[in-house]
């Protein structure tokens, strides 16, 4: 099955500052990879996604790349605020195949 | 309009107790799937519901099961509980032409003691 690895656990950034943070994964038939970002005591809030045929998108201070031949995607957050600061998640899955595997989570700390 | 709706928000239940899980989808929503979360990791694919049948099940034992109503809303059961069913139980949802695309409810906490 797919497996997702998410680095690093954990993140630490200066206000204005950018972040990245990247996930690679194991089925090369996974196609939508959507960032998730979930706040203390909240459920996963969907910020960004791509979909294989595209190698990037971008929304805002929010970007996502993908390299599908090393089977690789980034987060990328420009100029950094402290309500960036929550634990972010990165996900693949195939189209229409239900399941969504995880990463095991980013926690990102924005100092101001 | 209303996002994906969870009930209760947190119960605690004791080993070997049952516990029923609500779940209302995002409106215009047809699909809803249940994930596990246990503290610090990932949330881990369940099963997914479609047209009131199991259409995908993840690696969880057969204590968990579910159901789908015909207004799309759906339950989650876990029998004979165990302290590391203890996690964040999310319902996600999502429209059956929009592929994989899912959006979370904000969970229900289960604590077994």
């Known amino acids: 099955g797919e497996n997702v690895e998410q680095h690093p656990s954990t993140l630490s950034v200066q206000e204005g500052d950018s972040a990245v943070i990247k996930c690679t994964y194991s089925d090369s038939a996974s196609n939508y990879f959507p960032w998730y970002k979930q706040e203390l005591g909240k459920g996963p809030q969907l910020i960004i996604d791509i979909r294989s045929n595209v190698g990037e998108k971008k929304d805002q201070r929010i970007a996502v790349t993908l390299n599908k031949t090393a089977k690789h995607f980034s987060l990328h957050i420009t100029e950094t605020q402290p309500e960036d600061s929550a634990v972010y998640f990165c996900?693949?899955?195939?189209?229409?195949?239900?399941?969504?595997?995880f990463g095991d989570g980013t926690t990102l700390t924005v100092k101001p | 309009d209303a996002g994906v709706t969870q009930s209760p928000t947190h119960l605690i239940k004791t080993r070997g107790q049952q516990v029923t899980l609500r779940c209302s989808p995002k409106?215009?929503?047809?699909?809803v799937s249940w994930y596990q979360q246990a503290l610090g990791q990932g949330p881990q694919f369940i099963f997914q519901?479609?047209?009131?049948?199991?259409?995908q099940r993840g690696n969880f034992p057969d204590r968990f099961s579910g159901h789908q109503f015909p207004n799309y809303s759906s339950e989650l059961n876990v029998n004979a509980l165990l302290l590391g069913d203890s996690a964040l139980y999310l319902c996600?949802?999502?429209?059956?032409?929009?592929?994989?695309?899912?959006?979370f409810g904000e969970g229900s906490w289960l604590t077994v003691v």
């Open positions: 409106s215009g929503h047809d699909t």
């Open positions: 996600a949802s999502s429209p059956r032409s929009s592929g994989n695309t899912i959006y």
């Open positions: 519901y479609y047209e009131e049948e199991e259409r």
């Open positions: 996900a693949a899955s195939r189209t229409n195949a239900g399941k969504s595997t």
